[in-house]
């Protein structure tokens, strides 16, 4: 089975800044693999796919990058709204499997 | 615009079989090569993947679920289903259906209580 390792699993931002969650796997998983944003009482939303494949109607703030085991969730000039937990989602291989979540609290 | 719904009771008694159905609306399930999947989600934790339905009928399960797990198709009324059987309070949560990768549905919370 891949592990997934968010970090951190929790950060506290102030609006318009920059925010970066990582993910990495405990093995090379190419490109499968995903981002989602889950806010309280809803169900995940995805954000980004494969790595960077941007999602229709996401906003252009939130970009990835990554290959192999390691991966980047990057959240440009941060609004308010943004505040929830990110998930991360390895399609590589069966099982798959979710990071642990990364909770991000807004100021 | 691809839209999951599932259905099926809120409240199941320990040793039972937990049943639910996810409908899917603005595609097909049967004619696409995607997998359709179940995830779950118990109170104030993270997500678990449970397993996935290939468009052709193939599944996958995750081993810690395998022995209690069965995922199926029916493509003439375009659902999937999921049937965990011998349930315990451990598998209290809210169960998703999804696309894999793309849409989930809103989720239904199911409590394994007598």
């Known amino acids: 089975e891949i592990v997934l390792t968010q970090s951190p699993d929790f950060q506290s931002v102030s609006p318009k800044e920059t925010v970066t969650i990582t993910c990495r796997a405990s093995?090379?998983?190419?490109?499968?693999l995903h981002w989602y944003q889950q806010k309280p009482d809803q169900s995940p939303k995805l954000l980004i796919k494969?790595?960077?494949q941007s999602i229709s109607g996401v906003p252009p703030r939130f970009s990835g990058s990554g290959s192999g085991t390691d991966f980047t969730l990057t959240i440009n000039s941060l609004e308010a709204e943004d505040a929830a937990t990110y998930y991360c989602h390895q399609s590589s291989s069966f099982p798959n499997t979710f990071g642990q979540g990364t909770k991000l609290e807004i100021k | 615009q691809l839209h999951l719904q599932e259905s099926g009771p809120g409240l199941v008694k320990p040793s039972e079989t937990l049943s639910l159905t996810c409908t899917v609306s603005g595609g097909s399930i049967g004619t696409s090569s995607y997998y359709w999947g179940w995830i779950r989600q118990p109170p104030g934790k993270g997500l678990e993947w449970i397993g996935s339905?290939?468009?052709?009928?193939?599944?996958y399960y995750n081993p810690s679920l395998k022995s209690r797990v069965t995922i199926s198709l029916d493509t003439s009324k375009n659902q999937f289903s999921l049937k965990l059987s011998s349930v315990t309070a451990a598998d209290t949560a809210i169960y998703y259906c999804?696309?894999?990768?793309?849409?989930w549905g809103q989720g239904t919370l199911v409590t394994v209580s007598s």
């Open positions: 494969y790595a960077s």
């Open positions: 339905v290939y468009y052709s009928g193939t599944t």
């Open positions: 093995q090379r998983i190419g490109s499968s």
């Open positions: 999804a696309k894999i990768v793309g849409a």
